[in-house]
């Protein structure tokens, strides 16, 4: 068995999820690449915005269940370290977008 990754692994600063919380941390890391790294997203008012379903996200976090995945995003939104809008055309399409 290699101990190499074969794949993108999630990255934390421990000084960051010392001060607001090591699910918070990953979350945050995680948005900041797709907001950074990524040409994933769209810009709106000139701001960067990037969406996933919760399916989608919790592709990404495998090891949370829907339940903590969701406390993480509503724990980062309430220290206004998170931004969440519905940016769709229809009023109809409730996906969240994040900046």
């Known amino acids: 068995m290699s101990l190499l990754f074969a794949e993108r692994p999630l990255v934390i600063n421990t000084q960051l999820a010392m001060k607001i919380g090591l699910n918070e941390a990953i ?16 810009e709106c008012d000139g701001v960067r915005w990037i969406y996933n379903t919760t399916e989608q996200w919790l592709e990404q976090f495998p090891f ?11 724990s980062l939104k309430t220290l206004g370290l998170l931004r969440c ?13 994040y900046t």
């Open 27 to 42: 979350v945050l890391q995680q948005l900041h690449y797709w907001l950074r790294d990524t040409n994933s997203g769209m």
């Open 85 to 97: 809008e519905k940016l769709n055309k229809s009023k109809r399409d409730m996906t969240n977008f």
């Open 64 to 74: 949370w269940s829907e339940s903590t995945l969701k406390r993480a995003f509503a």
